[in-house]
């Protein structure tokens, strides 16, 4: 199942950034890069897609407008909200039009790629016509796209976006124990982090050989094409 998205923003390099983004993640394709809601409005008319990554302050109108609009057109494509504003209210108007997730700028490649593989994994579950035996189960498919814990239990979000970053100064790849050093935790830890990111499809092992002994591995985010 490929999931289609039309990405929604402004901003000529972020929504190119965006695009690279979401294509890097297996099973997502983009359908269209629009820059305003109007565009976004005209393009839904003609070609519906699965998800919506939807800027929140677009030139023309609001996004949470352009949400009502889709709403009151009787299209079911899911949304993403992406806005750098910390106010509740909106997040709460978010939720009220039926917006699946909320990302907040700036974000990373990781946060990006671990929210549309929560989405894939609920849609996945949802989908199919299938029928829930009772309220676990509904609990569950709701919990695999918004549970209360986005990592896996002992991960924190801080130093999941440090590890990445470590990486990204790397681009010919960095050892756990040179992530620990620079991150401040564990070799152990830095390690579960990496491999994390692994899993993901953000980053990739890179075996090193050397010496005498074990090849060291090595960890890379590939460069954005």
Known sequence: MTISVLVVEDEEITAEANRIYVERVPGFEVAGVVR???EALRFLRGR?????????YLPDMHGLEVCR????????CDVIAVTSARDLAMVRSAVSLGISQYLLKPFTYATLAEKLTRYARFKQEAGGGATA???GDVDRVL???RGSSELPKGMARDTLDGVAARLREHPGGAGAQAVADAVGV???TARRYLEYLVELGVAVRIPQYGGVGRPELLYRIPMES
């Open 48 to 56: 519906p897609v699965d998800l919506i990554l939807l800027d929140l």
């Open 186 to 188: 564990s070799r152990v």
């Open 133 to 135: 035996v009772g309220q």
């Open 69 to 76: 609009a889709v709403r009151a057109g009787g299209l079911m």
């Open 36 to 38: 305003s809601g109007g």
């Open 143 to 145: 919990g695999t796209l």
